[in-house]
């Protein structure tokens, strides 16, 4: 039989554990944590000799206090001593978050990258956060994005259904940087019913000009579906992996596709998907399972 006694330290156990798995959810795992996750893939017909080291940050939804402009620059010095070919930033580099206590400028979270450095340099694109913060952007879709304008300051290179071509040890391939697809808001003031993207991927297709391997970024994996064979690989944020994670699994992912490109390495038909779990928040403040991390991809 529980006594009285019993019972109220079950009940304190449960409180204390309440507060404890709250506590590591809302500061430990967002605020302190950062792993790097490693993906090894040789996609088919990939050119013999071509080792390429992708180092890629997602997600930085940049506010006080959950990602300030020192924490983003942590982030980056980090990013720099993994020794990678070149970096890529998945977008949505602004907060997404009415929790916060400030936000942080869009010149100052550029700033906070423009040490990042690779010997085949620095690429973006833009996440639907860098958009819809934007309400100039909103109301005049044919303006470019304070995000974009920034990063460009820093001598960032933004893609927006752009490729270009880079060559490794003598060996080129594409890198592809595809427009986001949740760009526009809906609303009656901007004269629109219904989410719309800017993404064009036949258009960003068409200027691989020859058969050397493309690289494409692409903000949300929702994309994934649609990309043809003649990718190598498509790397994604946007998903956070969920926020919060178990077992595989997320009870919340903003993606039509549910847990099918959630997070991680996924292979379909032999084409391949790397998402990564991005570094700050959107929505809410909190990580679980899921903490900030560094993808790093290496091909070949
Ligand atoms: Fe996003």
């Not at 930085?60 to 942590?74: D, L, N, Q, T």
Request: glycine share 12%; hydrophobic share 45%.
């Amino acid at each position: 039989m529980i006594t009285r006694r019993g019972l109220l330290k079950i009940f304190g156990g449960l409180i204390t554990a309440g507060f404890a798995s709250s506590a590591y959810a809302v500061v430990f795992e967002p605020l302190l944590r950062l792993r790097v996750t490693t993906h090894r893939i040789v996609p088919s017909g990939w050119p013999e000799g071509l080792k390429l080291r992708l180092v890629a940050l997602a997600d930085i939804h940049a506010c006080e206090p959950w990602m300030s402009a020192r924490r983003i620059k942590a982030i980056c010095d980090h990013a720099n001593t993994l020794d990678g070919d070149l970096i890529v930033l998945l977008g949505d580099y602004a907060s997404g978050m009415n929790l916060v206590t400030d936000y942080v400028h869009s010149q100052d979270w550029a700033r906070a990258m423009s040490g990042l450095s690779a010997p085949l340099g620095v690429h973006a694109i833009l996440g639907n956060h860098d958009y819809w913060e934007d309400r100039t952007f909103q109301r005049n879709p044919s303006v470019e994005t304070f995000g974009e304008t920034a990063l460009k300051a820093v001598g960032i290179p933004v893609h927006v259904n752009k490729a270009v071509r880079l060559r490794k040890d003598g060996i080129g391939f594409w890198l592809a940087g595809l427009g986001d697809q949740l760009a526009l808001l809906p609303g009656a003031r901007f004269g629109r019913r219904t989410f719309a993207g800017v993404d064009d991927l036949p258009a960003t297709l068409a200027q691989v000009s020859d058969d050397a391997p493309v690289i494409l970024l692409a903000h949300e994996p929702d994309i994934f579906p649609r990309i043809p064979d003649r990718v190598a690989v498509t790397l994604s944020g946007h998903t956070h992996g969920g926020q919060v994670r178990l077992f595989g699994y997320s009870p919340v992912v903003p993606s039509r596709f549910g847990n099918r490109f959630a997070y991680g390495h996924v292979v379909e038909n032999g084409r391949h998907l790397c998402v990564s779990g991005g570094l700050g928040c959107s929505i809410a403040p909190v990580r679980f399972g899921s903490p900030p991390e560094i993808m790093f991809v290496e091909l070949g």
